[in-house]
């Protein structure tokens, strides 16, 4: 086989050409393959979020299984008319 160089100059351009089409596709491929990574990442990172809730509140069963939950009690009753939030020797909330 003998390179001439209409031959040469013929495989040089046919290279060109791969080599354009292979950056428009990387061009195109790059942000597909960026969304799909980072709807991988999302996955992984909500599974692992859930682990990491579930196992506070594991903690927070365990060390907490032998207090009372004193929220409900400790709140004060909803503002009523004639109701006044401090006051002279009446405590918390006394009537005015």
Not at 9 to 25: F, I, N, P, S
Not at 63 to 80: Q, S
Request: charged fraction near 40%; charge should be neutral; include cysteine.
């Amino acid at each position: 086989m003998v390179l001439t160089d209409g031959s040469i100059l013929q495989a040089y351009e046919e290279a060109k050409k791969r080599l354009a089409v292979e950056t428009e596709d990387r061009k195109m491929m790059i942000p597909e393959l960026r969304k799909k990574a980072r709807q991988e990442y999302l996955v992984k990172r909500r599974g692992d979020k859930l682990e990491d809730l579930e196992q506070e509140i594991e903690e927070e069963q365990y060390y907490f299984a032998d207090e009372r939950c004193v929220h409900a009690c400790a709140l004060p009753p909803r503002a009523e008319p004639g109701f006044r939030v401090g006051g002279k020797g009446r405590g918390v909330l006394g009537r005015t």
